[in-house]
Every structure is written in structure tokens, then in C-alpha cells.
């Protein structure tokens, strides 16, 4: 615990440390300079600017839409409030699959117009070639395994992933990969959480879990979600530590009223 107080920057070594520690990380999604200053300030380890700002931020039913100039201008705004926590992004959809010097690309172009620390993509062998380009220029990469959000209409459900024996033996054999060819870290999303703890346990990289139980490495949400902004999305994984929505409601409706009533403002607001 003590390496958490002492932490002035969070690196990828740092992450590493922790999980030889047994000093779980923390990770939160951000997509804009106000958040992002308000969780780094708090003290999170690693903020993702996740491709679910198309969820979110943009309204869109899925992930696939937000476009790699999106997620850059999301990414340097978070970059610009950060002091201490590791910023990683998401390579978004069709900006990495099957094409490894565009991996490279989209990389290189999130590292310079960014400033962020470390680029984020689903899948395992099938990006391997990916990976390795990526991280031959020095970028590093964390994974994302289990339930990947930007193979939804291959799933066809946000079910949870790897309840099937071949299933969860190719999320371990991935994972063990992504680990030989050098990520930093991997991202596990809703599933089993016993097959969570064996791949924590078999792997030597941090494993970041949303969905999938405590023993892994840390956890991460959507922060949106956290705070109860979002309404709709319930997940048995999601605790909601706010009910932001309801209080912002709250607020908007006193300022009408007052507006309304010419209450506001009174006179010491006014010059
Ligand atoms: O985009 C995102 O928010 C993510 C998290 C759910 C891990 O990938």
C-alpha cells in the first residue's frame, strides 16, 4: 500500500511493481479535461480514454462509429489535465484489424497528437502482427480479451464471454501472447471469474478486469456509469458509487425555477 502514496507519476514499470506487490491498480474511463482532471486529482492510476466515448459521449448504440480524429481530439484533452495517472487510449474500429502498418499509423498519430502514454486494442493472435509493428516503435500496448466491444455483431450479445471450454482456452492462450510479444497489460471484460484468477495467476502482466471478479490485478469502469450518469446500462459487474443523473437533474430544475420566479440573480450577483 505504501507504493500507492508514493506514486508521483504512474508508468508502466509502476503498474508492474504493483502487481509483484499484490497492490491492486485502479482505471477509470475519461474523455474530456474537466473528468480527467477531477479523477487524476483524486488519485486513479490509469485513466482510459475508451472507445466507448461513442457510447457516451457521442450517443451512438455501439463503438464501431467513433473515428480515430475523435478519439485524438478525446485523448489530448484528458492528456492536457493529467499530472500523475498513465493515460491510454483506444485504438478505435478499423484503425488497426488486418493491417499492421495502419496500426502503426493510427499509433504514431495518437502518441504525437496527444501526448498520451500507451494505446489500448482488442483481440489476441488475430492481432498479433498489429501488436508487434506497434510496439517495435517503442509505443506500448495494453490487450483487451473476453467480451471485445468492437466484435459485437460477431457476437451478436454482450453476454458474458468464455463460458465454453474452447473459449476460455484461447482467452488464456492469448493472453499468454499478448504477454510473450511484450504488452504492458491486458484488459479482461465479463467473464468467468475463476478463469479471470487463472489468467492473473499463468500471466506475468498486470490483468485489468471489468466483469470479471476481484482476483485480477485491478479493476477498471466507465466512469459514467460509476457516477450513475448513464441510467440505462445495469450489469451485474457495475456498482454505481453516485447517482450524478438524479442530482444533475436536481440542480437544472432549481436553476429553471429560479430563472422562472426572478430569483436569480439577485442583487449581489449582478455588477
Ligand atoms: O472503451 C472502454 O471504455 C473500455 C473499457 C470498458 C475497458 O474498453
Redesign the pocket.
Same mark, same amino acid.
Given at each position: 500500500m505504501a507504493l500507492q502514496s508514493n506514486i508521483k507519476v504512474v508508468t508502466t514499470h509502476i503498474l508492474n511493481e504493483m502487481k509483484l506487490r499484490g497492490v491492486k491498480i485502479s482505471m477509470l +474511463?475519461a474523455y474530456d479535461y474537466s473528468m480527467a482532471r477531477i479523477i487524476d486529482q483524486a488519485g486513479i492510476d490509469v485513466i482510459?480514454v475508451? !472507445?466507448?466515448a461513442s457510447n457516451v459521449m457521442a450517443g451512438f448504440q455501439s +463503438?464501431l462509429p467513433i473515428t480515430l480524429d475523435h478519439m485524438i481530439y478525446h485523448a489530448s484533452s484528458v492528456v492536457r489535465a493529467v499530472n500523475r495517472a498513465l493515460v491510454v487510449v !483506444?485504438l478505435p474500429f478499423g484503425t488497426y484489424q488486418g493491417n499492421s502498418k495502419e496500426a502503426l499509423a493510427s499509433s504514431i498519430r495518437i502518441m504525437k497528437e496527444t501526448g498520451a502514454h500507451a494505446v489500448k486494442l482488442e483481440g489476441g493472435e488475430e492481432v498479433k502482427e498489429s501488436v508487434m509493428r506497434i510496439l517495435s516503435a517503442g509505443i506500448p500496448v495494453m490487450g483487451?480479451l473476453g467480451l471485445t466491444p468492437q466484435s459485437i455483431h460477431k457476437f451478436g450479445t454482450y453476454v458474458v464471454r468464455a463460458r465454453e471450454k474452447d473459449e476460455a482456452e484461447k482467452l488464456v492462450k492469448d493472453a499468454h501472447i499478448l504477454e510473450d510479444i511484450g504488452c504492458f497489460a491486458i484488459?479482461i471484460?465479463k467473464i468467468p471469474a475463476k478463469l479471470a484468477a487463472r489468467v492473473a495467476k499463468e500471466v506475468h502482466i498486470p490483468i485489468i478486469g471489468?466483469g470479471a471478479g476481484h482476483e485480477v490485478d485491478g479493476q477498471?469502469l466507465?466512469l459514467h456509469d460509476m457516477l450513475g450518469i448513464t441510467q440505462k446500462f445495469s450489469p451485474r459487474f457495475l456498482r454505481r458509487y453516485h447517482n450524478l443523473s438524479e442530482e444533475i437533474t436536481g440542480a437544472v430544475k432549481n436553476y429553471i425555477a429560479d430563472v422562472k420566479n426572478v430569483d436569480f440573480p439577485n442583487d449581489k450577483e449582478q455588477y
Open positions: +474511463t482510459l475508451g !472507445d466507448s +463503438t !483506444d483487451h484488459v471484460e471489468i477498471v466507465v
